[in-house]
């Protein structure tokens, strides 16, 4: 048999019992859907994750106050120093660093003549925005001031800035944030949300009148910024052995970006194949399905099997036709599930254009590459089929 022959053979057989075809790419379309939805879920969110992280920069090791691992009592019972401000000046001061971003972090109420919002506060210094590759709309960042007395400066988030300015310019003007005013030296530019933290609504003041809002004594967290070309274990190394010398003891625990983003990486690959997993699992399940009903299906045209098969049409050729049925469906279904998702994707970023993407170019091309796979199920009742003598499956007629 020609080959153009055998694909229209395939496409009437298809048409001819349409119900059952569309039984069938309904079956791989569900399939096919959940496999390409599930393994795209974990790209998007690894991808998202990856992109929140790294959009403030990838040069940069975080020192926390205390040990992350306590290895034996001695450890348990030592006392920690806390990370001071004249740590991070000290920390300022190491070759290859860029800049030194002091944070204290915490919740209070920002005014505004009779307008008020209850937002995020943080504590930074001057070069926390070049550290976080951040940009001011208007005015200017927090001036480079003594970390020890700074002035009375904040910068607000663009939101925040809008809310309590909404008809004039918030640069000049006075805030109060808790108990103490603030001049307004600077709004910054848009960035969005960051690991559920709006950016946008936060109002960024001197570390030093952070410490004093919040009543405490020591800072949060030290970002260290690198500049390029310097290795992270190398600047690493470099602030473990001032801090220790400082502190007398390794009572902090250091982060570098790239550790925690090689973490993230490994986690959220994990995540993925799992989703992967899952959506295989669920296509195989509908397998049985198709299985099935393409075994009932051939059942049922035992007679055209034995027809086929006394007119002289090879058994190899016999389960091609019939495995070429399967494939069809599998293909047809395999693009409906796409189509649907696509769909869908569309409809989703109208309402929501920050939304990462439904599936990839990987994600959908597995999706298809397992719906084909599956398909291939076709050719076992083909094959029990072709192997019947004819003279047994006419006697079907």
């Known amino acids: 048999m020609k080959l153009l022959d055998g694909l229209n053979w395939v496409q009437r057989s298809v048409i001819a019992q349409r119900n059952r075809s569309l039984l069938t790419i309904g079956g791989f379309a569900i399939g096919i859907c959940a496999v390409t939805l599930l393994a795209a879920v974990g790209d998007s969110l690894r991808q998202f994750v990856l992109d929140e ?79 976080w590759k951040m940009q001011v709309a208007s005015g200017q960042f927090l001036p480079d001031d003594d970390l020890a007395r700074p002035r009375n400066f904040a910068v607000l988030g663009s939101k925040l800035a809008a809310a309590l300015f909404p008809d004039s310019s918030a640069v000049g003007a006075t805030v109060r944030i808790g108990s103490r005013r603030f001049r307004v030296v600077g709004v910054m530019a848009p960035k969005g949300q960051f690991v559920g933290m709006d950016l946008d609504e936060m109002a960024y003041i001197p570390a030093a009148l952070a ?106 050729l016999l389960v091609k036709l019939f495995l070429g049925e399967a494939l069809l469906m599998a293909l047809i279904g395999g693009i409906i599930g796409l189509l649907v998702l696509a769909a869908a994707q569309a409809a989703l970023w109208l309402a929501l254009p920050q939304l990462p993407a439904l599936f990839t170019f990987t994600s959908s091309s597995l999706g298809l590459g ?25 006697r079907a007629e």
């Not at 084909?372 to 047994?392: C, D, Q, S």
């Open 53 to 131: 992280f790294t959009q403030f920069g990838s040069n940069i090791i975080a020192a926390t106050p205390g040990k992350s691992d306590t290895l034996g009592i001695t450890s348990i019972l030592r006392t920690n120093r806390a990370l001071t401000l004249e740590d991070s000046e000290a920390l300022a001061r190491l070759p290859g660093v860029e800049a030194v971003v002091p944070i204290v972090a915490g919740t209070a109420l920002v005014k505004q003549q009779s307008l008020s919002r209850a937002t995020d506060i943080m504590g930074v210094g001057a070069f926390a925005n070049q550290a």
């Open 211 to 316: 410490l004093q809002l919040f009543n405490r004594d020591s800072l949060m967290e030290v970002d260290v910024v690198y500049r390029d070309g310097q290795s992270a274990e190398a600047m690493r190394e470099r602030v473990k052995q001032r801090l220790i010398a400082r502190h007398g003891s390794e009572d902090f625990t250091l982060i570098s970006q790239d550790q925690m983003l090689s973490s993230l990486d490994n986690i959220l690959r994990v995540v993925r194949l799992a989703g992967m997993a899952i959506g295989a699992i669920s296509l195989l399940v509908g397998s049985v399905g198709i299985y099935t009903i393409l075994t009932i299906n051939l059942s049922e045209r035992r007679a055209e099997v034995g027809l086929l098969r006394a007119l002289g049409i090879h058994q190899t």
């Open 370 to 394: 397992v719906s084909l796979l599956v398909g291939l199920i076709g050719a076992l009742p083909a094959l029990h089929a072709a192997k019947l003598p004819p003279i047994e499956a006419l």
